[in-house]
């Protein structure tokens, strides 16, 4: 069974902060086509990062690209709560050749300190 990628993107696919995005989209790596695709529910219900992770997790999403910035110890803890696999990425790259990495604890740190204002769209 293929994965089901969860992650946060602009119209053009490309990577963009939980908060700031326009989609969240589940891309099926079986069928190679995106399964899902919504408006932001970050934006459009103002829920924040944690709005955004309950969503993929609702969704039956297995990995989740996370920009760098977005993952704060909340979503983490209920990415590993729920058994996803938590990837990194810049913001800026298409979904599909993002390079990723693994999350470090810095990258929580930063992400959790970090102040981000959800933007209406």
């Known amino acids: 069974m293929g994965d089901m990628i969860c992650t946060a993107v602009n119209g053009d696919e490309t990577i963009d902060s939980f908060v700031r995005a326009k989609y969240l989209i589940v891309y099926d790596e079986n069928k190679k086509e995106l399964a899902v695709q919504i ?8 829920k924040g990062k944690k709005g955004f992770v309950r969503e993929c997790i609702s969704l039956k ?13 909340g979503c983490n803890r209920m990415l590993k709560k729920a058994g996803i696999k938590v990837l990194v990425v810049d913001p ?16 929580i740190l930063y992400s959790t ?9």
């Not at 408006?39 to 103002?46: D, I, Q």
């Not at 300190?113 to 769209?121: A, D, S």
């Open 39 to 46: 408006r932001n529910p970050a934006v459009v219900k103002n």
């Open 61 to 73: 999403a297995n990995v989740i690209l996370v920009p760098h910035g977005s993952l704060t110890y």
């Open 92 to 107: 800026g790259e298409h979904f599909l050749k993002a390079r990723t990495r693994k999350p470090s604890f810095m990258e």
């Open 113 to 121: 300190l970090k102040r981000e204002p959800v933007e209406k769209k």
